[in-house]
């Protein structure tokens, strides 16, 4: 079982659009996956048409595996399943804090499922804590949203700096230009900066600043089922095929 992080210590980024998305586009090729929504806002959940759930809470959620496998629900669409967040796992840190350190307390929770799925795509709040010290660590591939301006070219330096100095391998981390408006000049010259300093970090897939993407939240369903001819929606396909041949190469 693979574990793909979309992360991003930036919010406003499309993290979550892109959690929604590649999960979606994984499960129409026949890819067995689970959606995990680790942001105690619940966005991912809420895409999907499914409530928060009541009963897995922030300690059950690393102590009971068979609270978490009774938390995934079904969504309407075939391979894809959803594991809804709790309000409560804005507590993450603290429980954490308090537990045995050295172990993947977060890849022990997630093996409980393993059999089930191909792939769980983690939907991470946008932070750098313990929790994604754990993400970092248990994730086989780091998906990074990078909106082409000067601040989110900051936030990818940071958290580069941050993988070097746990001595975690940057290797992992798979960046994308999110929100890209072509008509501006500050975009176009800051994706050529970025690509000309991070060469293969970067996928060549870039998503577009769209209106279809925005309105998920109005028809909440994935912009590949809503508007699926859109540039947005293409854009998708090709970045996950990109990174279906990256992650499954091994």
């Given at each position: 079982?693979k574990?793909?992080?979309?992360?991003?210590?930036?919010?406003?980024?499309?993290?979550?659009?892109?959690?929604?998305?590649?999960?979606?586009?994984?499960?129409?090729?026949?890819?067995?996956?689970?959606?995990c929504?680790?942001?105690?806002?619940?966005?991912?959940?809420?895409?999907?048409?499914?409530?928060?759930?009541k009963?897995?809470?922030?300690?059950?959620?690393?102590?009971?595996?068979?609270?978490?496998?009774?938390?995934?629900?079904?969504?309407?669409?075939?391979?894809?399943?959803?594991?809804?967040?709790?309000?409560?796992?804005?507590?993450?840190?603290?429980?954490?804090?308090?537990?045995?350190?050295g172990?993947?307390?977060?890849?022990?929770?997630?093996?409980?499922?393993?059999?089930?799925?191909?792939?769980?795509?983690?939907?991470?709040?946008?932070?750098?804590?313990?929790?994604?010290?754990?993400?970092?660590?248990?994730?086989?591939?780091?998906?990074?949203?990078?909106?082409?301006?000067?601040?989110?070219?900051?936030?990818?330096?940071?958290?580069?700096?941050?993988?070097?100095?746990?001595?975690?391998?940057?290797?992992?981390?798979?960046?994308?230009?999110?929100?890209?408006?072509?008509?501006k000049?500050?975009?176009?010259?800051?994706?050529?900066?970025?690509?000309?300093?991070?060469?293969?970090?970067f996928?060549?897939?870039?998503?577009?600043?769209?209106?279809?993407?925005?309105?998920?939240?109005?028809?909440?369903?994935?912009?590949?089922?809503?508007?699926?001819?859109?540039?947005?929606?293409?854009?998708?396909?090709?970045?996950?095929?990109?990174?279906?041949?990256?992650?499954?190469?091994?």
């Amino acid at each position: 079982m693979k574990v793909i992080a979309c992360y991003s210590n930036k919010g406003g980024v499309g993290k979550t659009a892109t959690a929604v998305n590649l999960a979606y586009s994984l499960s129409t090729a026949g890819v067995r996956t689970l959606l995990c929504d680790l942001d105690p806002q619940g966005a991912s959940g809420y895409y999907f048409r499914l409530k928060p759930s009541k009963k897995l809470t922030e300690a059950r959620f690393f102590d009971d595996a068979k609270q978490v496998r009774k938390a995934i629900r079904e969504s309407d669409f075939e391979n894809l399943d959803i594991l809804p967040s709790n309000p409560s796992y804005r507590e993450f840190d603290i429980l954490l804090s308090q537990m045995r350190a050295g172990q993947s307390h977060l890849g022990r929770a997630l093996s409980g499922v393993e059999k089930d799925y191909e792939v769980v795509v983690l939907d991470c709040p946008p932070n750098l804590s313990l929790l994604s010290s754990h993400i970092f660590e248990t994730a086989d591939a780091i998906v990074v949203p990078v909106i082409p301006t000067t601040l989110s070219q900051r936030t990818l330096e940071q958290l580069i700096k941050v993988f070097r100095k746990k001595n975690l391998p940057t290797k992992k981390l798979h960046c994308f230009f999110s929100m890209v408006q072509r008509a501006k000049n500050l975009h176009q010259d800051t994706i050529a900066d970025m690509r000309t300093a991070y060469g293969k970090r970067f996928l060549t897939a870039q998503i577009p600043f769209a209106s279809d993407v925005e309105k998920m939240g109005v028809h909440r369903a994935p912009v590949m089922v809503t508007a699926r001819s859109s540039p947005a929606a293409r854009a998708y396909v090709s970045l996950c095929e990109e990174l279906i041949s990256r992650v499954f190469k091994t």
